[in-house]
T-cell receptor, first 115, second 113 residues
């Protein structure tokens, strides 16, 4: 089975540009999570969805960040405008609530560098 | 609220040494407990889990026992290898309370040949 798929794997952009990160969760999973990982702050939960509906976006750092899940197989995380402090690795993860234990499956991540 | 505390790293060991990474948690009720591993340049992978008290999760030679009386879930391995070098995250989730997993800050492990 394919795992969580993220694209691009690496993104380098200039400050002020719009960045869109993409995620395809594992088929059949009903939860989708976006995380950010940096050396300074560790792993941070940004937002998560259940059945395509945003449940908790309290981790989204600023209005420059937005996330959508138009269908069960696709989600985007957008940063507009991007800033150097947004440089990080962004992970998408999915899980299936029916297991009752919410174990999450992570994608390989997108390494974002904003210059 | 729920929280996870794990020992700070980095932890540096020689190959074939015994490994313990401590993890304690705070939660009401009966959470499920996890250890995730992150190898360099990769996402987190589930290493093992335990869903009720006294359960022992195991995988790839790693073990952890769910200890409700001490609210702990320490990760152990009898003989580490260089390939075990990674960051290890302790985590918990609670069914019917929250949809999220609460992660610890991670412990970086270096194994020297």
């Amino acid at each position: 089975d394919a795992g969580v798929i993220q694209s691009p794997r690496h993104e380098v952009t200039e400050m002020g540009q719009e960045v869109t990160l993409r995620c395809k969760p594992i088929s059949g999973h009903d939860y989708l999570f976006w995380y950010r990982q940096t050396m300074m702050r560790g792993l941070e939960l940004l937002i998560y969805f259940n059945n395509n509906v945003p449940i908790d976006d309290s981790g989204m750092p600023e209005d420059r960040f937005s996330a959508k899940m138009p269908n069960a197989s696709f989600s985007t995380l957008k940063i507009q405008p991007s800033e150097p402090r947004d440089s990080a690795v962004y992970f998408c993860a999915s899980s299936l609530s029916g297991t009752g234990h919410y174990e999450q499956y992570f994608g390989p991540g997108t390494r974002l560098t904003v210059t | 609220g729920n929280s996870v505390t794990q020992m700070e790293g980095p932890v540096t060991l020689s190959e074939e040494a015994f490994l313990t990474i401590n993890c304690t948690y705070t939660a009401t009720g009966y959470p499920s407990l996890f250890w995730y591993v992150q190898y360099p340049g990769e996402g987190l992978q589930l290493l093992l889990k335990a869903t009720k008290a006294d359960d022992k999760g195991s995988n790839k030679g790693f073990e952890a026992t769910y200890r409700k009386e001490t609210t702990s879930f320490h990760l152990e391995k009898g003989s580490v290898q260089v390939s075990d070098s990674a960051v290890y995250f302790c985590a918990l989730s609670q069914m019917n309370r929250d949809d999220k997993i609460i992660f610890g800050k991670g412990t970086r492990l270096h194994i020297l040949p």
